[in-house]
């Protein structure tokens, strides 16, 4: 796995159930919003020790204030059985967070839904969707 996306009784080692993956999630959704994960680091024990510390001790860009940021916290509680789906209610609990409101889940259900953004795509090989920009690649590993 990734050690960005590690969910903290992953890093105790105590076993885990899909909880995991609600953590995950609420990673993911942190860094498409902001550019970078919430507990970002260069070093694996550094994000490990990030993520002990909780969700609390992150500092949240603009980008991820308001019902994205409700959405993240409750996402990234340090407790799975906190984890806003694992509560009673389960992915319910998901689908009327207000950060979905306006989302049409009937229409998603039924591959109704269109994309807010279509790239305009002219060959097989148009790469001017993609950044050229140095700072925009991916960072490598010596």
Same mark, same amino acid.
């Given at each position: 796995?990734?050690? =960005?996306?590690? %969910?903290?009784?992953?890093? @105790? ?5 899909? @909880? ?21 680091? %260069? ?5 490990? @020790? ?6 609390? !001790? ?14 993240? !916290? ?8 906190? &984890?806003?789906?694992? &509560? ?6 998901? !689908? ?7 989302? =049409?889940?009937?229409?998603?259900? @039924? ?14 090989? =148009?790469? %001017?969707?993609?950044? %050229? &920009?140095?700072?925009?690649?991916? &960072?490598?590993? =010596?």
């Amino acid at each position: 796995g990734t050690p =960005d996306y590690f %969910a903290p009784e992953l890093i @105790a080692s105590i076993g885990h159930t899909n @909880a995991v993956d609600w953590w995950c999630l609420g990673v993911l959704i942190f860094e498409l919003m902001s550019g970078h994960p919430p507990f970002e680091s %260069a070093y694996p024990m550094q994000i490990y @020790a990030k993520v002990t510390k909780g969700i609390s !001790k992150v500092p949240f860009p603009p980008e991820c204030h308001g019902p994205v940021g409700n959405l993240i !916290k409750e996402l990234l509680k340090s407790e799975p059985s906190e &984890r806003l789906p694992v &509560r009673p209610g389960g992915v319910q609990n998901m !689908k009327t967070c207000k950060w979905y409101e306006d989302f =049409d889940w009937e229409k998603m259900k @039924a591959l109704e839904l269109q994309p807010p953004y279509k790239p305009v795509v002219k060959s097989k090989k =148009d790469l %001017a969707n993609f950044s %050229a &920009r140095k700072e925009d690649m991916p &960072r490598q590993i =010596d």
